[in-house]
């Protein structure tokens, strides 16, 4: 399938709510909640006043002539929060266009990015059920916590795991 990503312009913000509402992990055989769930506080942590805030960075994916799905990074207080400086994800794609790659390309783009702004460090939250896990570990995302229902991953940049790597060598020598 031919696609391509890109970063989302002003005027597409919005999108996210509908990427929001995608993001919604469903387990097999349950019902979908109402999209009005997107509303409450905890959710809306994602998306309001999207672009205004330092570390609002988003991309979009275009298929069939139309955008087929979204990855947007943001410091935020989400259930995937590691500290103030990491940026935290979220992702999602429409039904139809899922386990075609756009996914990991997506995934992918968004580190590059985050990596050439500076970042070190970026989280996520899933539910342990979420197929999206194995994706996230493909690119470089580790467990660093989990509950019952979720695990918290973590992604270094290859920069900042270096130099991690590094300094302590530079301390024995």
């Known amino acids: ?37 997107i509303y409450q506080p905890e959710l ?23 955008t087929v799905g979204a990855v947007w990074v943001r410091i935020m207080n989400d259930y995937g929060h590691i500290d103030d400086d990491t940026p935290s994800f979220a992702i999602s794609l429409y039904k139809q266009y899922r386990n075609k790659g756009i996914g ?9 990015e985050l990596e050439r702004a500076g970042y070190k460090r970026a989280s996520l939250a899933v539910q342990k059920q979420n197929y999206a896990v194995k994706m996230y570990k493909a690119v470089g995302f580790e467990i660093v916590e989990e509950n019952d229902e979720e695990y918290i991953m973590l992604y270094t940049s290859p920069t900042a795991r270096a130099l991690q790597t590094a300094i302590p060598s530079q301390r024995d020598g």
């Open 44 to 66: 809306q942590v994602y998306v309001a006043d999207f672009g205004k805030k330092k570390g609002d960075i988003a991309l979009v994916a275009e298929a069939d002539g139309k």
């Open 104 to 112: 990991t390309a997506l995934m992918k783009s968004m580190l590059s």
């Open 1 to 37: 399938m031919d696609y391509i990503i890109r970063q989302i312009r002003d005027s597409e913000y919005g999108l996210l709510e509908d990427f929001l509402y995608e993001a919604i992990f469903i387990p097999e055989g349950a019902a979908a909640p109402p999209r009005e769930i």
